[in-house]
């Protein structure tokens, strides 16, 4: 099975790894623009990103999946919280998709969001770290390693493979 993901990341390539193991697969792994903004600020815009990367993936690769994951965040009454969210797409199917983990962040990193900046450079600067976005991630941060970045997508995918091996079953 030929994967496409539309990502070079390496957090979401080991993602997409791990919830393969035990298939025959082949990933490819393809710059894809998101259509979304940097960072995107609510559910509905990190879906977006996560269908425009599946579909894209899919589109240029041949593969016979495509992925997308997309992180982003969610303001509610409580807070800023992080999200993730992830498509899968198909042949003959409309993309599949789910969503993941979800923690507050602290607020002074929710008011950089907010007034701008995006998620990785942030937490760079707040880690006194580089390329946190490609390794623990943010999740890893405020979790003290209990769950990372590429656990939190793995997850994401594992939902997507599911609900992809049910609606092929039931066809």
């Known amino acids: 099975m030929l994967i496409s993901i539309g990502s070079k ?33 609510t559910d509905e815009e990190t879906i977006r990103g996560a269908i425009n990367r599946a ?4 589109d240029v690769s041949g593969a016979d999946i495509g992925i997308g994951l997309e992180g982003g965040v969610q303001k509610t009454e409580h807070g800023l919280f992080l999200c993730n969210w992830g498509a899968l ?10 969503g993941g983990a979800r923690i507050l962040l602290p607020e002074e990193i929710a008011i950089q969001l907010l007034a701008g900046e995006e998620l990785g450079p942030v937490m760079d600067k707040f880690a ?21 970045r590429v656990e939190m997508f793995t997850h994401v995918v594992k939902l997507l493979l599911g609900q992809y091996e049910f609606k092929r079953q039931s066809n």
């Open 9 to 41: 990341n390496p957090a979401k390539i080991a993602a997409v790894e791990q919830a393969f193991q035990g298939y025959a697969f082949e990933i490819v792994p393809v710059d894809t623009e998101s259509g979304v903004s940097e960072q995107p600020l």
């Open 55 to 58: 579909v894209s993936a899919f």
């Open 89 to 98: 797409r198909a042949r003959g199917m409309e993309p599949i998709i789910a």
């Open 128 to 148: 006194k770290k580089q390329n946190v976005r490609k390794k623990e991630g943010a999740v890893g941060i405020f979790t003290n390693g209990k769950i990372d």
